[in-house]
């Protein structure tokens, strides 16, 4: 099969969420929505279930604002998230910072000073985080981010989703084509973190396989740098599986230097589903 060659941009971000959902083909709207109890539903339980129905839809020009604005939110998320949830991931990062803080009590004996350590290392990991993450945001929002119509809905075996819950885009995602392996990426999957919890997130990861199913793709990839385990369980009960992992990844704006070396790391995970064999 053939594919027109997508541009480089910046790697995905991704936030999760564990539910079920209902896939749809690319060109039709999909309705999901909690499903009934077996009891028949008088029209008022009727109506609060239409109004609770998430449309998963192809994107329009005029959701431009919102989906950026979905992007932005879950990337500014994980500042903090790198920051301190991380460093759980990292025992050695944990380590070299309880011998900085030793270091700092046998140098200047001061209790004070000791105890103010830990505090001025988080300190630096939350500025250093929010140094590359912003940066990283930058490159996104001025590469595919900023116009959506030219790197996903233009080219062939490519596409951009919304999903929407009353009236508002509430998630997106977004998949490209590769043609090099014949394989599709799952991409720019966020959810707005008011509307968590639905289902949103499983919906718009099989819509994603969907499509790579009826444009017969050999398989659907992603990359993620994500912190929460609800993403890595939420890939997981979609069929993918972890196909490798790098603690030496570097995003975009990141200088290598030896102090952001020394307060950011991030864990790169690769995911890979086989849909049919070449």
């Known amino acids: 099969m053939h594919f027109s060659s997508p541009k480089m941009v910046c790697e995905t971000k991704i936030v999760a969420d564990e539910h079920d959902a209902i896939p749809g083909t690319k060109k039709e709207s999909i309705m999901w929505s909690s499903p009934p109890s077996s009891a028949a539903l008088n029209p008022a339980e009727a109506k609060d279930v239409r109004k609770d129905a998430v449309f998963i839809r192809e994107f329009e020009l005029g959701d431009q604002e919102e989906v950026r604005r979905i992007f932005y939110e879950g990337i500014m998320e994980r500042i903090p998230n790198t920051a301190f949830r991380g460093l759980r991931q990292q025992p050695k990062t944990q380590f070299l910072y309880a011998l900085l803080t030793v270091m700092c009590f046998y140098v200047t004996k001061s ?52 999903a929407v819950l009353d ?112």
């Open 111 to 162: 209790v004070t000073l000791t105890c103010c350590a830990p505090l001025i290392l988080m300190g630096a990991r939350y500025y250093y985080s929010r140094k590359v993450i912003q940066s990283y945001l930058d490159c996104a929002l001025h590469t595919d981010m900023a116009d959506i119509e030219a790197y996903y809905m233009k080219p062939t075996g490519s596409c951009f989703w919304v």
């Open 167 to 278: 009236g508002h885009v509430v998630g997106i995602v977004a998949a490209q084509g590769r043609e090099d392996d014949n394989t599709v990426e799952l991409r720019r999957m966020s959810v707005d973190s008011r509307y968590r919890g639905k289902g949103i997130a499983k919906a718009l990861g099989r819509r994603v396989l969907e499509f790579a199913v009826r444009n017969n793709y050999a398989a659907v990839v992603l990359g993620t740098t994500a912190v929460k385990l609800a993403a890595h369980k939420l890939y997981e009960s979609l069929g993918f599986r972890r196909t490798g992992q790098s603690e030496d990844y570097r995003l975009p704006g990141m200088s290598r230097s030896p102090l952001e070396r020394l307060f950011f790391q991030i864990r790169y995970s690769r995911y890979r589903l086989q849909l049919r064999e070449e």
